[in-house]
T-cell receptor, first 114, second 110 residues
Framework: QKEVEQNSGPLSVPEGAIASLNCTYSDRGSQSFFWYRQYSGKSPELIMF????GDKEDGRFTAQLNKASQYVSLLIRDSQPSDSATYLCAVGLISGGGADGLTFGKGTHLIIQP | DAGITQSPRHKVTETGTPVTLRCHQT?????MYWYRQDPGHGLRLIHY???????DKGEVSDGYSVSRSKTEDFLLTLESATSSQTSVYFCAISSTDTQYFGPGTRLTVL
C-alpha cells in the first residue's frame, strides 16, 4: 500500500515569513514528486514537480527532495495571504505525469496571517 | 486549465440510481484519470485510462466503471449509487511532466 503522509495543520505563518511544508512517502520506488495547491471549493493546481534529489526553485517556491529519507518539502518565501490554501503532496512511480496515477497525501492547510 | 471540462458540475441523486459523469479534454492527451476527494481521505484514484478502450483500476474502484470510446472523453459510471459515493469527483489528464485537473463534479447521493 503506497502511502503519502502530511501534517494536516493548520500551519499558521506570518505574512512575509517562510512557510515550510513537509511530506513523507512509503514507496522507495517512487520517481516523481509534485506539490499542488488547492483553494476551498476549487480543483488542485500544480505548483511544482521534482524528480531528482536536491532543490528546485521556481520564483518564491522551492521544492526539496531527499530520496534516501523518502522526504519531500516545499518552501514558500515571502508568504502572502493569497498563499493561504491546502497544499497537496503527490507521488508517482514513474517520471512525468504518473501514467498509472498519483498517490496523494491528505494535504496541509496553510494560513498566512496578515 | 489544460482544456478539461467536467459535466455535470453538480448533481443530486437518490440511492440506487445510475449516474454517469463525463470528462472531456481538448488536447488529445493519452492518459486520463478519475479521482474522488473526501474529507479525511484526500484524493484517491478510482480508475484511469491509457488509451481508447484501455482502462485499469485504481485504489477505490469498487462500485465504479469507466469507458473511453474516444480520446477526448472519459466516462465514470456509478451503476447503483450509494450514499458512500457522495464526494467531489475530479478528472485529470497526464501531460509531459504532471497531471492537470478538471474543475470537479460535486455528487450528492441521498
Amino acid at each position: 500500500q503506497k502511502e503519502v503522509e502530511q501534517n494536516s495543520g493548520p500551519l499558521s505563518v506570518p505574512e512575509g515569513a517562510i512557510a515550510s511544508l513537509n511530506c513523507t512517502y512509503s514507496d522507495r520506488g517512487s520517481q516523481s514528486f509534485f506539490w499542488y495547491r488547492q483553494y476551498s471549493g476549487k480543483s488542485p493546481e500544480l505548483i511544482m514537480f521534482i524528480y531528482s534529489n536536491g532543490d528546485k526553485e521556481d520564483g518564491r517556491f522551492t521544492a526539496q527532495l531527499n530520496k534516501a529519507s523518502q522526504y519531500v518539502s516545499l518552501l514558500i518565501r515571502d508568504s502572502q495571504p493569497s498563499d493561504s490554501a491546502t497544499y497537496l503532496c503527490a507521488v508517482g512511480l514513474i517520471s512525468g505525469g504518473g501514467a498509472d496515477g498519483l498517490t496523494f497525501g491528505k494535504g496541509t492547510h496553510l494560513i498566512i496571517q496578515p | 486549465d489544460a482544456g478539461i471540462t467536467q459535466s455535470p458540475r453538480h448533481k443530486v441523486t437518490e440511492t440506487g440510481t445510475p449516474v454517469t459523469l463525463r470528462c472531456h479534454q481538448t488536447e488529445n492527451h493519452r492518459y486520463m484519470y478519475w479521482y474522488r476527494q473526501d474529507p479525511g481521505h484526500g484524493l484517491r484514484l478510482i480508475h484511469y485510462s491509457y488509451g481508447v478502450k484501455d482502462t485499469d483500476k485504481g485504489e477505490v474502484s469498487d462500485g465504479y466503471s469507466v469507458s473511453r470510446s474516444k480520446t477526448e472523453d472519459f466516462l465514470l459510471t456509478l451503476e447503483s449509487a450509494t450514499s458512500s459515493q457522495t464526494s467531489v469527483y475530479f478528472c485529470a489528464i497526464s501531460s509531459t511532466d504532471t497531471q492537470y485537473f478538471g474543475p470537479g463534479t460535486r455528487l450528492t447521493v441521498l
